[in-house]
């Protein structure tokens, strides 16, 4: 396409005279004046802009307390997250502490195969007794109960089974649920006959106590309430397996005795020993 | 046709009562009844929201946007002050149900008498709040949307109007209106604390407040405030907090999963404490600061204001805090694993 350029001297000539800067005073001023007002809604719009909380305040104020805002707000940061890294607790924290560790310690009794536990007790008996009870998985517990006067006996239970041997049966006996509930002696260790039992209690029967700060680690000692005894219960807890360690049983309500009163206790546990299968069958001749 | 539409209008409003009545009738029958019921999640939700309303607008705009909710006002601008109005108090409600849901779910683990399952049940009772909040949000948006719908319908009108009055700055509340609105805030949150918490007022903020994550949560959101500064018609103060609770959050939540690497029940339990701090310190935010300055905008800007960000971070972060509460919950009664060892006597 050609491009066709016409000159025409008249037309320029008036539109030089017609667009020359040489306006008149009066137009100039009032076009100066609407520049300024132009250039002054700009710049309040600017600082609007940048004042968030305060938009009325103008000009350098707001530069200054803009800065001084940003300073804040990084220190705050700063103290914020070196309290925090620094290791610093809160009551909630320790809390979730001892409910995490606790379900946990649930959770890993459930996976034991062998406990031994040795219970020793100073009260209810003239003289100290002591059980030691042995379980290997899935089901097997036998129970060896030495009272004060040096009289023993032995309990083997599986499920609902019940077998006993001891000065009055040479030979081990079979019993039923009511007669095995008779002996309170072994109804005093019963929460701590398979991990699974103690394991429900912790879940379920046991009601867990917050009290105290913890070190920041897992909690190492858990304690619970035992409200159908009731009585106090601390258990130990070793933070490498979550195992208990130690159980310590008191009374809450020391002037309380009797058959159903809670034995003050103390056992002692080891996990995953040897333990010689012929121990865990009845003595021969059971009837 | 007219008396077909007629009588469709008739028919509206025993219809609705009859869905009313059938859906109150399924909630008795169902026994359930006590278990839908936490008045004093209740009262908090109610009464928080009735400051937040103080501390945003005049006592004659609340009146007003209540008789607007029944008749629909001729003039624009009432139109849009009451549309605002109702989308606030929907907001609030939702703000403030999910609030209350964290704090009570914070003092029952704090505080966990009894059995695992008290944890449970604790988590269930917390949640109504929320449910009483998102219900009342509901209930709040149906003036919104008739409101809304009017001031849309008249959009092509020549006089806005809004303008006009805001830079007159018609009934906009007293300092002394603001300051009860605060006070009744206050009242709200003591009550939620005294009834929860068996250990007094002090331990309950123990349990609820973190001061590493309230100061990373405000300092953050100033400034993202800063940052972003200030846009006629939408106040960046809700999305600041919104966001801020969030980075909280997910640092937390980082460092959860790095205690569980690690098989460490302090880090966990620490960095658990840290989200359920963030999202308390960011939602108190967004009530405190947020809300009123976002309502403020809106108003100054005299349409209504250009409030999607804001919209979004108050609809959007409750709901995410909600769900990490739930993620919470499931963490905390996750059992550690460790390998067994063995002990010998």
Not at chain 1, 29 to 57: D, K, V, W, Y
Not at chain 2, 304 to 318: E, K
Request: hydrophobic content about 50%; proline content about 5%; some cysteine.
């Amino acid at each position: 396409m050609m491009l066709l350029r016409n000159s025409r001297p008249d037309i320029d000539d008036l539109l030089k005279k017609a667009l020359g800067d040489d306006l008149p005073p009066e137009a100039e001023t009032r076009m100066a004046a609407r520049l300024q007002e132009f250039r002054r809604a700009t710049e309040g719009n600017a600082i609007s802009r940048s004042a968030p909380f305060a938009p009325e305040l103008a000009g350098g104020h707001w530069i200054f307390g803009s800065r001084l805002l940003a300073c804040a707000s990084a220190i705050i940061i700063m103290f914020g997250a070196a309290l925090h890294l620094g290791g610093r607790r809160s009551v909630l924290a320790d809390s979730i502490s001892l409910t995490k560790t606790s379900i946990s310690v649930a959770q890993q009794l459930r996976h034991a195969t062998v406990m031994e536990c040795r219970v020793k007790s100073s009260l209810g008996t003239s003289a100290p007794a002591a059980w030691r009870i042995r379980w290997v998985s899935p089901d097997k517990t036998r129970i060896d109960i030495s009272e004060g006067d040096g009289t023993q006996r032995t309990y083997w239970l599986q499920g609902e089974t019940t077998a006993m041997s001891g000065v009055s049966h040479p030979t081990a006996t079979y019993l039923d649920v009511a007669q095995r509930l008779q002996d309170p002696l072994l109804s005093a260790v019963l929460p701590l006959v398979s991990p699974a039992e103690l394991a429900r209690h912790l879940s379920a029967a046991w009601s867990l106590k917050h009290d105290g700060r913890q070190d920041g680690r897992a909690a190492a000692s858990l304690k619970y309430h035992d409200p159908q005894v009731p009585a106090e219960i601390e258990l130990a807890v070793d933070d490498g397996t979550l195992l208990p360690s130690r159980l310590t049983r008191r009374r809450q309500d020391q002037s309380q005795t009797g058959v159903n009163a809670a034995w003050p206790l103390e056992a002692q546990f080891y996990w995953n020993v040897s333990v010689d299968p012929a121990l865990m069958a009845p003595a021969a001749g059971a009837r | 046709m007219s008396e077909k539409k007629s009588r469709s209008n008739r028919l509206l409003l025993p219809g609705r009562l009859v869905l009313l009545a059938v859906v109150g009738a399924t909630i008795v029958l169902s026994g359930k009844i006590s278990a839908l019921v936490e008045p004093y999640g209740l009262i908090f939700v109610l009464l928080g929201a009735a400051g937040m309303a103080l501390t945003s607008y005049s006592t004659g705009e609340i009146g007003a946007a209540f008789s607007h909710a029944a008749v629909i006002p001729e003039s624009r601008l009432d139109i849009m002050k009451s549309a605002l109005f109702w989308e606030s108090a929907a907001r609030n409600f939702w703000i403030l149900g999910v609030l209350y849901s964290i704090l009570n779910f914070a003092v029952t683990l704090g505080n966990l008498l009894g059995s695992l399952g008290s944890l449970a049940s604790g988590l269930a009772t917390s949640l109504l709040a929320a449910l009483y909040g998102l219900v009342l949000a509901t209930v709040c948006g149906v003036p919104y949307w008739r409101l809304a719908a009017h001031f849309d319908a008249g959009r092509d009108d020549a006089c806005v109007g809004g303008d006009t009055a805001a830079r007159r700055g018609e009934t906009r509340p007293s300092s002394f209106t603001r300051t009860a609105g605060y006070l009744v805030i206050g009242a709200a949150l003591l009550s939620a604390f005294m009834q929860s918490a068996p250990g007094g007022v002090w331990a309950a903020v123990n349990w609820t407040v973190y001061w590493p994550s309230l100061l990373i949560v405000w300092g953050g959101a100033l400034a993202l405030i800063l940052f972003i500064g200030n846009v006629p018609g939408c106040s960046p103060a809700l999305a600041g907090f919104a966001l801020a609770g969030l980075i909280g959050s997910l640092m937390g939540f980082i460092q959860t999963l790095l205690g569980f690497a690690a098989k460490n029940i302090g880090d966990i339990s620490s960095a658990l404490t840290f989200v359920l701090s963030s999202c308390v310190a960011a939602l108190l935010g967004m009530i405190l600061v947020g809300a009123p300055l976002e309502d403020r905008s809106a108003w100054a800007d005299g349409r209504g204001g250009r409030r999607t960000v804001g919209r979004l971070a108050s609809a959007i972060f409750p709901l995410v805090a909600l769900i990490f509460l739930v993620v919470i919950f499931i963490l905390v009664v996750t059992p550690m694993q460790v390998d067994g060892g063995s002990s010998k006597p």
